[in-house]
């Protein structure tokens, strides 16, 4: 699996930056999406839970980063916003930010999260083992993680 | 039934090596309880009154015998003796203990079970017909394509964290016998004019402190394309079901403030999309997957003659013995509602015996019905006998299917943290009035059902007679309902009045009951009578 | 008076503060006044319990601690319908007194 890419120094053993890219991130904060269209050199968009992340679709040539809040870890919203940014064509960066569990990172990688910035620090051990822990996914999700049935039946995967 | 490859051990595996993990640093302090709950409870572990509850999933209630004496097993070892069948065809555990929670996740991983989803806010079991693979009237057996939807459903990543639970129903005949329509999300398989396999697709039915019954969404939706339909479902609800109050959260809500058609042209709109992902399983799984559903090998040239000279097992035969598609064979229903028992309660002695007979006497087969009883689905007609005796032993004979003693109750205020009232004692009081054999059979076909709080567990809002329990000022109290139904007639149940204590409670049912008796036309059914003529005669009758 | 229950986080089951620590028994609820939700806090942190909460309770005439609402004498006794799973199972007036 993935391994996280330029770590901020810190306590050893635990993360509140994880980054699963190996390009430069984008340094400029990231600014509301209502300022991101009245604003057209900015690259850095923030998407809090209830923001629709359609309204992004017809402008993501331009986006370097997405950040996608969860203000608390119950609300699922965020999965289906980076859902729809990867189904979009959008290869930039994804940032999940706020209320982030060690126990969610994995699905959001699936999702197509590419980096996290919990509030709460994350134990580096602990998320090594989430993430490697299931051999393998009964579904597509926005990673390329190859389905349980197209592994059943390997005549049927696309060239 | 569906047998495990290594891909569906390593997932199971898998699950329980997670659930170690967050188990340990839980019980370690690393995780606050607000943390941990969510992740115990997508593995089924609820806290409850008196300890930590799982919640077994059983695949639209089907089972074998190997499963089910781990069951018996696990009911012997780790708690008390006893399981608890449940209105989703799940089976309850009352007494587990959180450290030994894995152990047990790892010993139902091993006969191919887990808890995986079956509480929470996640997609929980999906249920079906009963009766499937067994009764004449199906399309097809609808189990593969819920099978199907359980490995789609598992562990979707995109819903990891839905606004609140989410229920999932097949059925595959024209009578509903697994209330499909009180479902978030239900499917009538069906074939079109050109003999194509589809569904009849039923979106945002629920009961809850909100009842609200699905609405056709569809009237055919290509079988090879229900994934992506789900997906756009769940995605649509994801998005926009409200955040912010967890009575408003379930998908009815959302269907019922956007409107049907809204919503209906929202989930087309995303279906149109998800469709081009091409992330539908194919018909190579779906035919590996019904293999394991084809019919067992039934002996032809068997007796139809089934020896009636027994009176007491030809009172059995005729209220638990429903028809089988195949010649010779029958349906044989087992009673989980002795009067003055606890409905849905199966001791692991009880267990033993009936993953006896399902190995013996059905084909290795047994099903959970969302009535909180078992069938065995595949009995020859002259094995019946045998079966009976077997079942008179073992204090499993009770001949009151559908009757007026064979009540759903969901287990209430004597074990649910959830509960205002207690619904086991109503429930062992309404079967010990209506004991008398002669009677249940001259009233027929009557389904109580009691819940013990709004959150309607024990489906009182589908009981052709329903009962919650409420505290009104910190004392027990009873509201009567009349006229609900999960089958394809569905209806939701009307309140009659004023609410009753436990003892009147009682004898509002009881004057209910002969009021239908005085006024019932020849062949009418209490629900019957109920339709015709409304509520305005049995409300005078109940409360004078 | 106010006393504090919740479960044994470990094994799930449903214990009372005692004053130093936490028993099976509501016989030996101790009133703690106003100092429930700070003991709570100290407990919870420590795992020593889980899901806990301050309830009101009175002293019945024969001196037991009785707690206040049906639900959490449930939860001192155990399932009505099942008098031998309780922790009376040989005490015929249990039921009573839950009731």
Redesign the interface.
């Known amino acids: 699996m993935a391994e996280s890419g330029n770590p901020t120094p810190q306590a050893a053993g635990e993360a509140n930056y994880l980054r699963f890219r190996e390009d430069i991130p984008a340094d400029e904060p990231a600014v509301s999406l209502d300022a991101f269209f009245e604003q057209p050199n900015a690259v850095s968009v923030r998407i809090e839970?209830g923001d629709d992340p359609e309204r992004l679709i017809p402008h993501l040539a331009r986006v370097r980063l997405v950040e996608v809040d969860f203000p608390k870890?119950?609300?699922?919203?965020g999965?289906?916003t980076a859902?729809i940014l990867r189904?979009a064509g959008y290869t930039g960066e994804i940032k999940a930010t706020g209320d982030v569990?060690v126990?969610?990172v994995?699905?959001?990688r699936?999702?197509g999260f590419d980096s996290f910035a919990p509030d709460v620090a994350i134990?580096r051990d602990?998320l090594e083992?989430?993430l490697n822990?299931?051999?393998?996914?009964?579904?597509?999700?926005a990673d390329d993680a190859v389905?349980?049935?197209q592994?059943?039946?390997p005549e049927?995967a696309n060239g | 039934m569906y047998k495990y490859?290594h891909?569906?051990q390593?997932?199971v595996d898998?699950?329980v090596?997670?659930f170690r993990?967050?188990t340990r640093?839980?019980?370690?302090?690393?995780m606050t309880?607000d943390?941990f709950k969510?992740?115990r409870l997508k593995n089924g572990l609820y806290?409850?009154?008196?300890?930590?509850m799982l919640r077994v999933a059983i695949p639209y209630g089907t089972l074998n015998s190997r499963q089910m004496r781990k069951l018996a097993h696990i009911a012997r070892t780790y708690d008390?003796g006893y399981g608890h069948f449940t209105t989703r065809q799940n089976i309850q555990y009352n007494?587990?203990?959180?450290?030994q929670a894995p152990d047990i996740l790892a010993e139902l991983a091993t006969v191919e079970m887990h808890a995986i989803q079956t509480s929470g806010?996640s997609i929980r079991n999906v249920s079906a017909d009963h009766y499937a693979g067994a009764a004449a009237d199906e399309v097809i057996d609808p189990r593969p394509w819920a099978e199907m939807l359980r490995?789609?459903t598992?562990?979707?990543?995109?819903?990891?964290?839905?606004?609140r639970k989410f229920k999932i129903c097949v059925i595959a005949s024209d009578e509903d016998r697994a209330a499909m329509r009180w479902h978030d999300f239900g499917l009538r398989i069906v074939r079109n004019g050109a003999g194509e396999i589809g569904f009849e697709v039923y979106p945002g039915g629920g009961m809850g402190r909100t009842p609200f019954i699905a609405y056709k969404a569809r009237d055919f939706l290509p079988a090879n394309q229900i994934?992506s339909y789900l997906q756009a479902v769940l995605?649509v609800w994801?998005?926009h079901a409200r955040?912010d109050n967890i009575h408003k959260q379930r998908m009815k809500i959302l269907v019922h403030e956007l409107g049907e058609e809204e919503f209906t042209r929202q989930v087309e709109e995303t279906f149109q999309?998800v469709l081009t992902?091409?992330?539908d399983?194919?018909q190579?799984?779906y035919d590996?997957i019904a293999a394991y559903f084809e019919p067992p090998a039934f002996e032809t040239g068997l007796s139809e003659e089934i020896d009636r000279s027994d009176p007491d097992f030809a009172v059995w035969v005729d209220q638990q013995v429903a028809e089988h598609k195949a010649p010779g064979y029958a349906i044989a229903n087992v009673s989980l509602k002795p009067v003055g028992g606890?409905a849905g309660d199966i001791s692991a002695e009880q267990m033993e015996v009936v993953a006896d007979l399902a190995e013996r006497y059905s084909f290795d087969e047994l099903r959970a019905s969302h009535a909180q009883n078992l069938v065995l689905p595949h009995v020859r007609k002259q094995d019946l006998y045998a079966v009976w005796q077997a079942l008179v032993d073992a204090g499993l004979a009770n001949a009151n299917l559908d009757l007026v003693t064979d009540i759903i109750a969901c287990p209430g205020?004597?074990?649910c943290?959830l509960?205002n009232a207690?619904s086991?004692?109503v429930a062992?009081r309404i079967a010990e009035r209506f004991e008398d054999e002669a009677r249940q059979k001259d009233i027929g076909e009557l389904k109580i059902k009691i819940s013990g709080c709004i959150n309607a567990c024990g489906h009182h809002h589908a009981g052709h007679i329903g009962i919650l329990g409420v505290d009104r000022k910190?004392?027990?109290n009873y509201q009567l309902l009349l006229g609900g139904s999960g089958d394809e007639n569905t209806t939701q149940a009307k309140i009659t009045g004023p609410g009753f204590d436990e003892a009147g409670i009682v004898d509002a049912v009881e004057r209910a009951v002969e009021h239908y008796r005085v006024i019932r036309e020849p062949g009418e059914r209490f629900l019957d009578t109920y339709r015709r003529v409304g509520m305005d005669g049995f409300k005078e009758a109940i409360y004078g | 008076m106010k006393i504090i229950t919740g479960?044994d986080?470990?094994?799930?089951?449903?214990i009372w503060w005692d004053g130093r620590g936490w028993s099976i028994h509501v016989e030996d609820a101790a009133d703690v006044g106003d100092g429930g939700e700070q003991i709570l806090a100290v407990e919870?942190?420590?795992?020593r319990v889980?899901?806990g909460y301050v309830i009101d309770a009175e002293r019945g005439a024969d001196g037991k601690v009785r707690p206040?609402?049906?639900?959490d004498r449930?939860?001192a006794l155990?399932?009505?319908?099942?008098p031998d799973?309780t922790l009376k199972p040989a005490d015929p007036d249990a039921g009573s007194w839950v009731i």
Request: glycine fraction near 6%; proline fraction near 6%; hydrophobic fraction near 40%.
């Open positions: 839970a870890f119950r609300d699922g919203r999965f289906s859902r189904e569990l126990d969610l994995y699905f959001m699936r999702c134990d602990v083992g989430a822990r299931y051999p393998y996914v009964y579904q597509h999700a389905p349980i049935w592994l059943r039946h049927l | 490859d891909y569906d390593a997932m898998a699950r090596a997670d993990d967050q640093r839980r019980i370690a302090g690393l309880d943390q969510p992740l806290l409850q009154l008196h300890a930590y008390r007494w587990i203990k959180l450290e806010e490995q789609m598992t562990f979707m990543p995109e819903f990891s964290y839905l606004p994934f995605r994801n998005r955040r999309h992902l091409g992330s399983f194919p190579a799984e590996r606890i205020l004597d074990y943290s509960a207690r086991i004692p062992q910190g004392t027990e | 479960n986080l470990k094994t799930g089951a449903v919870d942190a420590a795992c889980n899901g206040a609402h049906i639900k449930i939860r155990g399932p009505t319908v099942r799973l």
